[in-house]
């Protein structure tokens, strides 16, 4: 890892590994600050000790990591060391192998690791816990929980908790992520400082817990949550549990995020470079009434803001004039487009466009032909009446058949026509998880099994295609799907107020890169307070800039002011995708604001909203709203107005803004002139 340690050992008995430091490199050479320096009462010498992983056999009373009917017990077997670090413990009776593997992620300040099982026995095993990892914090004052939360259309909603003793508790039994909670969560002391994270990188169900054990440490469980469950080995099978990455900064959690943001670059290799395009979303212009000639009107008018991509969203295919038919049968409309869809495609290219589609491969409507010809292809139970949500099922991808028709059909529109970006969208959660003649299927890892396996086809077949993650919003925004995907969709929800509130939480786990925020209009679907334009545009270019408002309704002054601010964002998209970002306010600060340093520091800049009361009106008195920027204190910085600034103003005094009526969001590019003659750096924490 870049700067970390984390440094493991075999407990005396050999029965389980516990973590011996975590932090910065060369924390491990000293006493560690995990070891047990008491006696033990009342409970194992398991549940006292900092351990890694272990069987519920082994820790009885504080939590295990796994648990397989019957019990289990086991012992060190062996080790090795060839870039990844693996550990062998042998159950002799249960006949169970498990190996406890570690990856350190170069470049970056993280760590995963998962575990691989093998069932070497004549007997069929059952798991009814199947944890991906253990991790023990060494909190001191009890645990401040950090965590993000929400509902559909308030998703990332950062909370925190400050738990002293006892249990904290997430999970998604919705086959996916889901909008309550993301699989992700941070840690530090109760007094702050130094932070620690996991997240865990599966799309399907999952579950994370943290304890502060009766030691003082805080041991944080994570995993995927068997699902109808239990989970079968089968004699001479193998099971891997999902990857956990972990992570720690001591810059607490804006360091944490940097840590993490790092590390969605190195998920995506070469592509994260890739400029993410300026795109117009037709949806929330017309919905599921889409007609070619309307929607190349919205093209002309997207192409001369300066828009680099269309993307035609819900009902452009066959059968789609609602919510209640259509899924499934993924052929245009050619009524809809004058009998000619590749023509029309052709038209909004000849704009200078990119041309995209709105998909979701996983569900199917009851009304359609694929669903006529496969009734069998969804999940059900015999016997038991189907449940619609938004008038539609979920195709079962655990079965090949689907998986192969999910593929085929994709090829057949992307090598047709000339598409280079797939929203993949999907509205709903599996319900009647079964599958006849399959009782005891594992569902839930076999659809993910299956999604991952559509991504990665894509992903090699097809690889000049963006392709954006959506579940109905931000359902789905975990480490797997962001490994194979290039553009996150975090909320329905496009209120710029609100969305203030789930960027603020998005940028804590995910990197802007990835942060797909659309203009909308306004009074919008969900947000009636009004905001201006500028708002709106300053709130969206915090990652990846989108349009979805209906521009056949703009007046020319706000098409001009929009070409403009477009052309602005194109100028610094750069920094904010591929250098450090930083939330130094909140939502509920009187000024919220973001902070983007480029790699080489030279460029600083600034997104700021007006959220309070009006900072700077004529009539009383008042000061300057300042936010305070993390920049060197030793370098001086120059805005595009030639104003000139220290860096010890900006570190210490802040960036000031004055805030009207008509001047309510702002973006602060300031230039670094010549080299810093100190010691600190652009990017260390504010204070």
Known sequence: MKSTSYTVALDPSSRWAELVAWGPSGIEDGPSVFSNAGSVHFITEADAAPAEYAPLGLRPFSGADVSVRGGSWWRFDSASHDGDLRLTFVDEVARLRAVLCYRPVPETDVLTRWVEFTNSGASTLEFDRLGSAGVCVPT?????????????????????????????????????????????????????????????????????????????????????????GPVLLEPGGSLVTPAVAL?????????????????????????????????????????????????????????????????????????????????????PSEASFDGDFGAFVSSVRELGLEFGLWVEPEAVSPKSELYASHPDWVYRIDGRPATLVRNQLLLDLGLPAVVSFIKSTLDVLLYTYPISYLKWDMNRPPTERGRPGAPLADLDAEHVAGYLSVLDHLRATHPHVTIEACAGGGGRTDLATVARTDVVWPSDNTGPVDRLAIQDGFLLMHAPHLMSSWVTDSPGVFDPRPRSLRFRFVTAMAGVLGIGADLSRWSPEQHAEAASLVSLYKSIRSVIHHGVARVLHGPSAPTAATQYTSEDGDTVVVLAWSTGSLTGAPLVPGRSSRVRLSVGAHASYVDESGARYSGAHLKYAGLPFDWTADHDADVVILRRQGSETGSTKVGEPVG
Not at 165 to 171: K, L, V
Not at 257 to 269: C, I, K
């Open 247 to 331: 992570a720690s900064s001591v810059d607490g959690l804006s360091g944490l995020a940097s840590v993490w943001h790092d590390y969605d670059r190195v998920l995506a290799g070469a592509r994260w470079q890739r400029p993410r395009p300026v795109l117009y979303n037709s949806w929330e212009a017309t919905g599921f009434d889409v007609q070619g000639a309307a929607q190349l009107e919205l093209a002309k008018r997207a192409a001369d803001l300066g828009v680099e991509l269309f993307v035609v969203d819900d009902g452009w295919f066959t059968g789609r004039d609602d919510d209640t038919g259509g899924l499934g049968d993924w052929t």
């Open 140 to 228: 001191v004052s009890g645990a401040r929980l950090t965590y993000l939360t929400g509902q559909w259309s308030q998703e990332f909603t950062r909370r925190s908790v400050l738990l002293p003793a006892g249990g904290f508790r997430m999970e998604s039994r919705f086959g996916v992520p889901g909008h309550a909670h993301v699989p992700w969560l941070a840690v530090q002391d109760a007094s702050g400082g130094p932070a620690w994270g996991v997240s865990l990188e599966w799309p399907g169900s999952w579950e994370i817990s943290a304890d502060v054990e009766p030691s003082g440490l805080t041991r944080v469980r994570a995993g995927r949550l068997p699902s109808p």
